[in-house]
């Protein structure tokens, strides 16, 4: 131990060279540490409050300048709206200044020259888009009900040929497995079709400018060209895989269907695959 008052190394309780103490001296050292110790955890405490109201504050001032940001963004669109209603009123509130005083004769000429441009613009801006939308609309009909062609044709073959694996009553107790593998798929085809139809209807929504819009993006693309190609693979399928298990009886019983009515749906898909293409290029 180190002697405070004449700085000398000892043991015991006492120091060798001028007899004080040591323990005094723990004591005093350990009170200065506490001390020290709780200076320091209350200085921390502090910074600690500090930090935490200046985030407070900051976030209120965030949040004080976006409500103002947005109630000027909405101060902005409503006299942008007035101003297509009414011009001179959008200059006004803007503080463009006074009105300045005009002749009746400047008047009549202005008012002759923006029917002039109002007359040319229809002709020739408006008619492109409104064909445009016309013919996306039309071609999307036209999909959609090529799609629902394609449902119906294949409602009608699997209904015809349901008993043909068995009686659908009796699949569960005799465990028809050939039967429930037909009917899986072609409840799964029929259900693609299905959706595939309703998805057409759907437009893609864009962001822009403060907007959402929404255009023809050609929705039933893909669907139309996986019909082609399992239209058009069902012959080969049924000739490649192997008639060894009843179970793969299902799966080729559905292929026969799919190859009877090869002509109609596959002229389907391809006329429905031809009409969405159109409608994506047009992007309206």
């Given amino acids: 131990m180190i002697c405070k008052n004449c ?30 110790l709780q200076e320091e955890r209350f200085q921390r405490e502090e910074e600690i409050r500090r930090q935490e109201e200046e985030k407070k504050l900051q976030e209120e001032t965030e949040q004080k300048q976006q409500k ?10 409503i006299v942008k709206k007035q101003a297509k209603k009414s011009p001179t009123d959008y200059s006004k509130k803007m503080g463009n200044g006074k009105s300045k005083p005009s002749n009746r004769k400047k008047t009549k000429k202005k008012k002759i020259k923006r029917k002039g441009v109002s007359g040319l613009l229809p002709t020739k801006v408006m008619p492109v888009k409104t064909v445009k939308k016309t013919i996306s609309r039309a071609l999307q009909g036209v999909s959609v009900l090529l799609m629902l062609g394609i449902g119906a044709v294949l409602v009608f073959a699997f209904w015809k040929e ?86 793969i009886q299902g799966f080729l019983l559905t292929m026969e269907l799919l190859t009877e009515h090869q002509k109609v749906i596959g002229t389907c898909a391809v006329f429905g695959f031809v009409a969405c293409l159109f409608r994506k290029l047009m992007r309206i």
């Fill in 68 to 77: 103002e940001d947005n109630k000027k963004r909405k101060e902005v669109q």
């Fill in 162 to 247: 349901r008993n043909t694996l068995g009686a659908l009553q009796m699949m569960i107790e005799e465990r028809n497995y050939p039967l429930a593998l037909f009917i899986a798929l072609m409840v799964c085809i029929i259900g693609f079709v299905l959706l595939s139809s309703i998805w057409i209807f759907s437009k893609r929504k864009l962001a822009s400018e403060e907007r959402i819009k929404s255009f023809d993006s050609g929705r039933g693309l893909l669907p139309f060209l996986l019909i082609a190609i399992l239209v058009l693979l069902a012959p080969e399928l049924k000739r490649v895989v192997p008639q060894t298990h009843e179970v």
């Fill in 7 to 36: 700085g000398t190394k000892s043991s015991g309780n006492y120091c060798s060279h001028c007899g004080m103490p040591l323990e005094k001296n723990m004591e005093k050292e350990e009170a200065e540490q506490k001390k020290q």
